[in-house]
């Protein structure tokens, strides 16, 4: 079986950046959580155990700087903020799925092999 498609190098500048982008600690959780609906702050950090609070709002000003997420102020009182998947950012569902399937069938496989 071949791992790659033939016209597929071993080497690929857009995917290496792409990979970097997304693989970062923390963004494939809050691309997960972005995806299932969730859209405030304080809701994104209770969502993703461990997440502080620094490390979101690092992460969402790199995602919103990439295209992948919007920040929208809603001029209330308190002054809430709402952030959500551009189409850039809600086409990586497939990818965040495809993911996410591989490691549910590893975990199981590597469950079902332990004594």
Do not use: N, Q
């Not at 903020?81 to 591989?102: C, Q």
Request: charged share 30%; with cysteine; glycine share 8%.
């Amino acid at each position: 079986m071949e791992a790659m498609d033939s016209d597929m190098g071993p080497f690929c500048p857009k995917y290496h950046r792409a990979v970097e982008l997304i693989g970062r600690r923390w963004t494939g959780a809050i691309l997960r959580a972005l995806l299932s609906g969730v859209s405030r702050f304080s809701a994104l950090c209770e969502t993703v155990p461990g997440l502080s609070d620094r490390m979101l709002a690092e992460r969402l000003k790199e995602l919103e700087a990439e295209g992948i997420v919007t920040r929208t102020v809603l001029p209330e009182t308190p002054v809430r903020v709402e952030y959500a998947l551009t189409a850039k950012g809600r086409d990586l569902d497939s990818v965040i799925g495809a993911v996410s399937g591989w490691a549910e069938r590893w975990e199981a496989v590597e469950a079902a092999s332990k004594p």
